[in-house]
């Protein structure tokens, strides 16, 4: 690659022509590869004086970014497959490194959050994520609105004061307009949400409130159990847990007697009026 001639060198800094200053060592930039073949793009890079921002600085080149190594077309291409491959997968397919991909993804992330609008948001969802053994989480923030469903922001770990960064990151203007959020039942998002997002609707993952009922079923048909055996009675609710908890279409015809037994018969309205009738009596 050698630059058209009479051409000024574009400025770093503030993307504006300035005079040259000298030229650097030949830089080799990595581009997609074809057919199985490396490609890379050889260039001599030149510094310009600029005096908008008062330096000597290296000159912007519209295939490159920075000190990369890598080529935007290049970034670009392996960013797309990192998201349909792991990045160790996509950098096995193409011949190249863990590292590179990382640098990829970081280039599109980075660029993508400089120019995202984020406009009106009104529900956000709020989860976690295991990235690691050991109990390592990341906390995740999505956008859930009517048409569009998009991450917005990503915490290391699940405590709050990394939730917190959340609202930090995305300012009163944005945090004020949402009405509705959705998270599990972890005491930490519980305890930001109740502060940062007090006037919205706060909805909880039926998974969690089911798994909370369930627990709560068991302790008690567990503690009753162990009450009628104290007591000297038969203990009918012993190995009845499956029996609670399934649909009623899903037991078979046995279970179906034994649960009769366990629950009481549903009375009438009419049944219910003669009772009390017959005590006024």
Request: include cysteine.
């Amino acid at each position: 690659m050698r630059p058209r001639k009479g051409s000024a060198a574009i400025c770093s800094r503030c993307h504006q022509p300035a005079p040259g200053y000298d030229q650097l060592g030949e830089r080799r930039f990595e581009f997609i590869p074809l057919w199985g073949f490396f490609v890379f793009l050889l260039y001599t890079m030149r510094r310009v004086d600029c005096r908008r921002c008062g330096a000597v600085v290296v000159e912007e080149v519209p295939w490159g970014n920075g000190k990369r190594t890598l080529t935007k077309v290049y970034m670009l291409f392996l960013a797309g497959w990192a998201r349909r491959l792991s990045w160790k997968e996509t950098a096995e397919a193409f011949r190249t490194s863990w590292e590179k991909v990382f640098d990829a993804v970081e280039h599109v992330v980075t660029w993508g959050l400089e120019h995202r609008t984020l406009g009106q948001i009104d529900a956000i969802g709020v989860d976690e994520i295991q990235y690691a053994k050991g109990h390592k989480y990341l906390t995740l923030v999505y956008q859930i609105d009517i048409g569009i469903t998009r991450l917005l922001w990503v915490g290391k770990e699940r405590t709050i004061e990394s939730f917190q960064g959340f609202f930090t990151t995305m300012g009163e203007a944005v945090i004020s307009k949402i009405e509705f959020i959705c998270s599990d039942m972890w005491e930490p998002y519980l305890k930001v949400i109740r502060e940062k997002c007090s006037e919205g609707l706060h909805i909880l993952d039926r998974f969690h409130i089911v798994a909370k009922m369930n627990k709560a079923l068991d302790e008690v048909r567990a503690e009753e159990t162990r009450r009628m055996q104290r007591e000297g009675r038969a203990p009918v609710l012993k190995k009845s847990r499956w029996l609670l908890l399934k649909r009623s279409e899903n037991l078979g015809d046995e279970q179906h007697f034994r649960l009769r037994d366990l629950l009481p018969e549903p009375r009438s309205p009419e049944l219910n009026r003669d009772k009390q009738n017959e005590r006024y009596r």
